[in-house]
């Protein structure tokens, strides 16, 4: 199984350009999640996807655009990438409420 | 409202030392207890669970046992290994939100 796939691993992008974040997991689960980790800062959580056809703010919504393509496929986008972006950005999924988050391999994006 | 709090690191051990890192939740409801590991450079990885008060969820030598009267989920080992070294996350589920709730993380070195 591949669990949860992120693409790409590295990307660096120049201040205002703009890029779509890949996800996609293969265990049918049905909520997904985008955070962005920084030193010091832990996992904060930018958008979540509770079910297809359903997103909702994290804690850190804003530069941000996200899409649940379908029940596999949830991608972040950023429209016009700032310094302030530079950061990993892990991608996960979950079956249930009370059940353990996969995580993808993560992206990390400078932004320059 | 919900939160995680575990001990800030660094921790840095000896090889075979007994370890301890602390976490403990606000309570609100009756959540299922996780521990993450995140090896350099890699994404987070489940160390081990706890669905309901008094389970003990144990991998690789690790165990936490899910304590409701101090709402705390401690991670131990008996004698770490130099590839332990990573930073461990505890989180909590938060409820019909779908979300987890995340500690800041803890980062262990472990010392040949």
């Known amino acids: 199984n591949a669990g949860v796939t992120q693409t790409p691993k590295f990307q660096v992008l120049k201040t205002g350009q703009s890029m779509t974040l890949q996800c996609a997991q293969d265990?049918?689960?049905?909520?997904m999640y985008w955070y962005r980790q920084d030193p010091g800062m832990g996992l904060r959580l930018i958008y979540y996807?509770?079910?297809?056809?359903?997103?909702d703010k994290g804690e850190v919504p804003n530069g941000y655009n996200v899409s649940r393509l379908n029940k596999r496929e949830f991608s972040l986008r950023l429209e016009s990438a700032a310094p302030s972006q530079t950061s990993v950005y892990f991608c996960?999924?979950?079956?249930?409420?009370?059940?353990?988050?996969?995580f993808g391999q993560g992206t990390r994006l400078t932004v320059v | 409202g919900d939160s995680v709090t575990q001990m800030e690191g660094p921790v840095t051990l000896s090889e075979e030392a007994f370890l301890t890192i602390n976490c403990t939740y606000t309570a609100t409801g009756y959540p299922s207890l996780f521990w993450y590991v995140q090896y350099p450079g890699e994404g987070l990885q489940l160390l081990l669970k706890a669905t309901k008060a008094d389970d003990k969820g144990s991998n690789k030598g690790f165990e936490a046992t899910y304590r409701k009267e101090t709402t705390s989920f401690h991670l131990e080992k008996g004698s770490v290994q130099v590839s332990d070294s990573a930073v461990y996350f505890c989180?909590?589920?938060?409820?019909?939100?779908?979300?987890?709730?995340w500690g800041l993380g803890t980062s262990l070195a472990v010392n040949p």
């Open positions: 996807s509770a079910s297809e056809g359903t997103t």
């Open positions: 265990m049918n689960h049905n909520s």
């Open positions: 996960a999924s979950r079956e249930r409420w009370n059940t353990e988050a996969f």
């Open positions: 989180a909590r589920s938060a409820g019909n939100n779908r979300k987890l709730i």
